[in-house]
């Protein structure tokens, strides 16, 4: 565990215990003087102090890579396919995202290599990434294209066409969190 985070602990705890002991004192004193006095409602009652939570705000851009070959050639619209996140996520020097963390994306259009020159493309949509067990949701779409083919199709059209669109594992793309992550 970080010192930063130990002593952070260490003084909520500390701020607590005093706060018990005052609410203790509080107490025992109103005792004495309610025998004498009536005190109001409002005045008996005393809340706790609230735990700080912190969370990785939404729409924070994380860098992801798939973890195997997409090819416009070989999936269909509606499959999933995975990614990892590229670097860790931080927030005030913690990471909340760490490295590796897995992305589920889905394939949501598709259009094979055709006649002409026309190259193969697919878009995949982001969904959620998964965080130490638990999924948050993510936005973004990504657009991967083939390259044309048409200097050649110009001549002959009727013979060529252009190359399937792939991503490669070590392709960096964007996305974004959908909601805040809590750490």
């Known amino acids: 565990m970080p010192r930063e985070v130990f002593s952070l602990k260490k003084a909520f705890l500390m701020k607590i215990h005093r706060f018990a002991l005052a609410v203790i004192v509080a107490a025992a004193s109103h005792q004495v003087s309610a025998q004498s006095t009536p005190v109001a409602p409002s005045a008996q009652t005393a809340t ?12 924070t851009l994380i860098s ?12 269909e619209v509606g499959q999933k396919v995975g990614f990892s996140v590229v670097n860790d ?3 005030g020097g913690v ?9 589920v994306a889905t ?7 055709a006649v002409g020159g026309k190259s193969g ?25 083939g390259k044309g ?13 252009g190359r399937s669109a792939v991503m490669q594992p070590g392709q960096f793309v964007n996305a ?8």
């Open 48 to 59: 706790a102090p609230q735990a700080v939570s912190r969370a990785l705000p939404a729409s």
């Open 64 to 75: 992801i890579t798939p973890d195997a070959e997409i090819s416009s050639k070989h999936v």
């Open 89 to 91: 996520i931080t927030d």
């Open 95 to 103: 990471v909340v995202i760490p490295r590796g963390s897995q992305v």
């Open 107 to 113: 394939v949501t259009w598709k259009t094979g290599k």
């Open 121 to 145: 493309k697919f878009e995949v949509t982001f969904e959620k990434v998964n965080v130490r067990g638990r999924d948050y949701a993510m936005r973004g779409v990504h657009r991967q294209e």
């Open 149 to 161: 083919n048409t200097v050649a199709a110009v001549f002959a059209t009727w013979l060529v066409s």
């Open 176 to 183: 974004f969190t959908a909601e805040a992550i809590p750490y």
